[in-house]
């Protein structure tokens, strides 16, 4: 796999970014023309509907510092044409104590998880085309701060005349985030230099608005029979990170 890139930035749901499935990351993420099992909603969806795919997955990750990913799909062929799946992508964590300044031993506990639910609806147009859409609801939660917006995925696959299969996928295509919530909420004085004036009047902190990690993937694979039972996947993938 080669990367080049020169884009920098920070992103919302950087969790969506997390590659899914054994399959798909052993290949380097070379993944979006290949698309042919339940991880299909993550890397294009149109791929379910291509290959009539009917499973159940489940993918689980230990991360660093005690994080866990996990990855749930599931998939219905609703007739020879089309395919309904849904998923569920979740970051969790234990809980960790909380810490002030000046007062680290508080007492207090706090949870942070991210979450993102799905469904998914691919369609064969064609014996070569398909289309494919994935929408999600996104959230993500640290103690009593929140942020959550609804976006989509959209792919197509393509097996053309010359024999190699060709698949394009956008990504996380949404509004941008920001973080809510009564941990943002504070007392505050208006104006020190005023007496007599309340001193706790109730403010809100304002936090920035962040893009979701918006990619577009474009595929190409092709299949070489070695033999009578070997067959040699090539895949190529372009990615385009927001």
Request: aromatic content about 12%; some cysteine; charged content about 15%.
């Amino acid at each position: 796999m080669v990367y080049g890139v020169n884009k920098t930035g920070t992103t919302a749901a950087k969790f969506l970014s997390i590659e899914v499935g054994s399959n798909a990351v052993g290949m380097g993420g070379a993944y979006t023309s290949i698309a042919n099992d339940a991880t299909a909603m993550y890397w294009n969806p149109a791929g379910l509907s291509f290959h009539d795919t009917k499973e159940v997955y489940f993918n689980h990750a230990n991360w660093i510092a005690d994080i866990s990913f996990d990855y749930f799909g599931i998939t219905f062929l609703m007739n020879n044409k089309s395919v309904l799946g849904f998923n569920l992508t979740s970051v969790t964590m234990d809980e960790m104590e909380v810490t002030r300044y000046g007062n680290e031993n508080t007492g207090e506990t706090f949870r942070a998880a991210d979450y993102a639910i799905g469904s998914t609806y691919a369609l064969n147009l064609t014996d070569r085309f398909s289309v494919g859409f994935n929408g999600k609801y996104i959230q993500q939660s640290i103690a009593n701060s929140h942020a959550k917006c609804f976006a989509v995925d959209f792919g197509t696959l393509f097996i053309t005349p010359f024999g190699f299969t060709l698949g394009t996928s956008i990504s996380n295509f949404g509004p941008k985030l920001r973080m809510t919530g009564d941990d943002l909420l504070i007392g505050a004085d208006v104006d020190e230099n005023i007496e007599g004036n309340n001193e706790s009047v109730t403010g809100v902190l304002s936090t920035d608005y962040f893009d979701l990690p918006l990619v577009l993937r474009i595929g190409i694979s092709d299949e070489v029979k070695l033999g009578l039972r070997n067959t040699l996947v090539l895949s190529l993938d372009a990615v385009s990170p927001n």
